[in-house]
């Protein structure tokens, strides 16, 4: 069964810095490799929303996708071997607090989610 575990969120003032990982289990990383990873954030009576995505390109390769509150101030990676997506989140804002959640998915029937972590910017 596979499981993600994310780990990372905590409290920082504006301007700080924070880094997400999610470990993903139970996936061989060959297969891991094949999925696409994404991180979406769900804020206190918002929706849920998509903040950055690795998946195919169009061509071949990779596409990396974020949405534009985030351009710039945030890097999505994965690190194949250890089956891990990390976010790195870079000069926070109080409008980033939120709970964030790990996503694999496989383009076809198979979609998971982490338990999510909780992200909180304040001074």
């Known amino acids: 069964q596979v499981q993600l575990v994310e780990s990372g969120g905590g409290l920082a003032q504006p301007g700080e810095s924070l880094r997400l990982s999610c470990e993903a289990s139970?996936?061989?990383?060959?297969?891991?490799?094949?999925?696409?990873v994404a991180w979406y954030r769900q804020a206190p009576g918002k929706q849920r929303e998509l903040v950055a995505r690795?998946?195919?390109?169009?061509?071949?390769?990779?596409?990396?996708n974020y949405v534009d509150s985030v351009k710039g101030r945030f890097t999505i990676s994965r690190e194949i071997a250890k089956k891990t997506v990390y976010l790195q989140m870079n000069n926070l804002k109080s409008e980033d607090t939120a709970a964030y959640y790990c996503?694999?998915?496989?383009?076809?029937?198979?979609?998971?989610w982490g338990q999510g972590t909780q992200v909180t910017v304040s001074s």
């Open positions: 139970g996936i061989n990383f060959s297969v891991f490799v094949t999925y696409s």
């Open positions: 690795i998946s195919r390109g169009l061509s071949g390769g990779t596409s990396v």
């Open positions: 996503n694999i998915n496989s383009y076809r029937n198979d979609d998971y």
